[in-house]
Every structure is written in C-alpha cells, then in structure tokens.
C-alpha cells in the first residue's frame, strides 16, 4: 500500500504569492491532518478533517491558511497570501485508528 | 529497531497524585515534542524542546539530548487530564519525526 504522499516536496515562493500542497492520505484512512513543522514551534495542527469534514482549523491559522478535502483520497492547503514566516515543513498524516502515517512533508521557502 | 520507547504504555492515578512519562531514544535527537491526543483525535503540543526543561501549569518538560531522554512530569492530576501522551523526537540530520507509542493515561477520582 501506498503511505500518505505530499507534493511538491519543495516550493520557494515570493512574497504575496498563493501557494497550494496538495496531500493524498492512505486509501481508507477517514482522518487527515496537516501540521506546520518549523524549528521554533515544533509540530502545530493547522487543520484535521474526519471523513472530509472539518473538525478543527487550527485557530491560529485561520488568516491565511485553507485547507479543504475535496475527496476522501486528496487534500490541498492553500496559503494565500504567504509570508516569510511560513518557511517551514508541511506535513500531511491520515489515520485509521490510532497510528498516525506521516508524509515526506513539503518545505516551503517564502522569500 | 525503534529509536524512541516511551513508558509507560499505560499509566492510572488517582486525583492529586503525580507521575512522569518517560521516552528513551537510541540516537542522539535534536529536539523533542510531547503531545496530546484530543477528543477528536488530533495532536495537540504541549512542549517542544531542544535543551533544557519547560514547564507549563502542572506540567513539566526535560530533554538531554547527550543522556537520550526526556520525561513528562505531571503533578496534581486531573480527571480531564486523561487521555494518550506521545513523544515524538526530532532527528539530528534531517529533522524527521519519530514518535513514541504512546502512553494512556487514566485518573480516577
């Protein structure tokens, strides 16, 4: 089986720029999270959807991040417009159960 | 083999009391993060560290990364305070994510 694949893998965009990851979850996995890594902060939840509904956004990150999950098999976070404190890693992880699988993460570079 | 073993895989107290989580690495980590898992099944952090301790109302945070450890210290437990902690440790080089197992935590009145 295929585990949860992000893309791209890296972005580097200007300033102002809309920028869309996308995330495919583990086939039959109901939830799929993203979280924000940076060196700072760590892990941060940004968004979580169970069966493509979305339970939280994160709060904080409400501004200029949208994630929406359009099928049960793909999901996409749109950060509009970035910023260079969004330079970080981006990470997708779906679950069946308990077992969170993670992604490779995209890392993303706002200059 | 595993890189990070959290203990314990279970943990009952009763109201008031205290313990620690503890999770032991097989390599040198970088940093490490403790979370909890909400009602709805996410992640929630409660200490990221890259040295050093944090604390945080009754909960306390340590991480050597030369020993290979970090501990959760929880004092004064409360009923709401139930539920799975994992630690999850940063790796050096590349700064992926390993993840301890996870420890249930149940308080009883």
């Known amino acids: 089986d295929a585990g949860v694949t992000q893309t791209p893998r890296h972005e580097v965009a200007e300033k102002g720029q809309t920028i869309i990851l996308k995330c495919e979850p583990v086939?039959?996995?109901?939830?799929l999270f993203w979280y924000r890594q940076t060196k700072i902060q760590g892990l941060e939840l940004l968004s979580y959807f169970r069966s493509k509904s979305l339970m939280e956004d994160g709060g904080a990150f409400k501004d200029r991040f949208k994630a929406e999950m359009l099928n049960s098999s793909f999901s996409t976070l749109k950060i509009q417009p970035t910023e260079p404190k969004d330079s970080a890693v981006y990470l997708c992880a779906s679950s069946l159960r308990d077992t969170l699988y993670f992604g490779e993460g995209s890392r993303l570079i706002v200059v | 083999g595993d890189q990070v073993e959290q203990s314990p895989s279970a943990l009952s107290l009763h109201e008031g009391t205290g313990s620690a989580l503890r999770c032991n690495f097989t390599t040198t980590m970088r940093a490490v993060q403790w979370f909890r898992k909400n009602s709805r099944g996410s992640l929630i952090n409660l200490f990221y560290?890259?040295?050093g301790t944090k604390e945080n109302g009754r909960l306390k945070s340590a991480f050597d990364s030369k020993e290979r450890y970090s501990t959760l210290h929880i004092r004064d437990a409360q009923l709401e305070d139930s539920g799975t902690y994992f630690c999850?440790?940063?790796?050096?080089?590349?700064?992926?994510?390993?993840f301890g197992d996870g420890t249930v935590l149940t308080v009883k009145p």
């Open positions: 999850a440790a940063e790796h050096t080089n590349t700064g992926k994510l390993t």
């Open positions: 560290l890259a040295s």
């Open positions: 086939s039959g996995h109901n939830d």
